[in-house]
T-cell receptor, first 115, second 109 residues
Framework: DTAVSQTPKYLVTQMGNDKSIKCEQN?????MYWYKQDSKKFLKIMFS???????INETVPNRFSPKSPDKAHLNLHINSLELGDSAVYFC??????????????FGPGTRLLVL | GIQVEQSPPDLILQEGANSTLRCNFS?????LQWFHQNPWGQLINLFY???GTKQNGRLSATTVATERYSLLYISSSQTTDSGVYFC???????????FGQGTELSVKP
């Protein structure tokens, strides 16, 4: 039973294309997140949603648009992909109410390569 | 914003050796997590430890919140312990985790 799952695991695409990454959690958590890990392995938050409502948008270019159809799913759509978007994208979830006091559980990551 | 610094950046051990990884943070936190990123890229939760001490098998962690640091102890290291160890903290603000730069551990047989 995978707690936080992401699809696809690998994504290779051309510059300028539009792509989506899907995330699902079966933990019953209220909050989901997207993090980006760059080529130097630095991890940084991009977005978080609580019960389908956007809570955190960490100055990410508006080519990135998260969508949460329900609290178990948080998808990431990226328009007009650029070379610099190549990274590993991690989805995470927690039973979070805004105080930051809950354990976050991470998905397996999606490795995006833009050519 | 809050700063998280991990040391050492790299560590090479012989199998069976013990090690201590350190995480310093610049402000009060109400969440601190240690993760292991294995060579396949998976981020594995090790500990949720905003304060106190926890142990799980050969791993243990201690956070001294008043002095703003946390330590991860690995005893009797194994080759499967290789990978990158991350410390991450949160302090309100919707729970966003702020990561340190990681400690890359390599355990040689």
């Amino acid at each position: 039973d995978t707690a936080v799952s992401q699809t696809p695991k690998y994504l290779v695409t051309q510059m300028g294309n539009d792509k989506s990454i899907k995330c699902e959690q079966n933990l019953g958590h209220d909050t989901m997140y997207w993090y980006k890990q760059d080529s130097k392995k630095f991890l940084k938050i991009m977005f978080s949603y609580n019960n389908k409502e956007l809570i955190i948008n960490e100055t990410v270019p508006n080519r990135f648009s998260p969508k949460s159809p329900d609290k178990a799913h948080l998808n990431l759509h990226i328009n007009s992909l650029e070379l610099g978007d190549s990274a590993v994208y991690f989805c995470a979830s927690s039973q979070e109410s805004g105080g930051g006091q809950e354990t976050q559980y991470f998905g397996p990551g999606t490795r995006l390569l833009v050519l | 914003g809050i700063q998280v610094e991990q040391s050492p950046p790299d560590l090479i051990l012989q199998e069976g050796a013990n090690s201590t990884l350190r995480c310093n943070f610049s402000d009060s936190v109400n969440n601190l997590q240690w993760f292991h990123q294995n060579p396949w890229g998976q981020l594995i939760n090790l500990f949720y430890i905003p304060s106190g001490t926890k142990q799980n098998g050969r791993l243990s962690a201690t956070t001294v919140a008043t002095e703003r640091y946390s330590l991860l102890y690995i005893s009797s290291s194994q080759t499967t312990d290789s990978g990158v160890y991350f410390c991450a903290v949160a302090y309100n603000q919707g729970g966003k985790l702020i990561f340190g730069q990681g400690t890359e551990l390599s355990v040689k047989p």
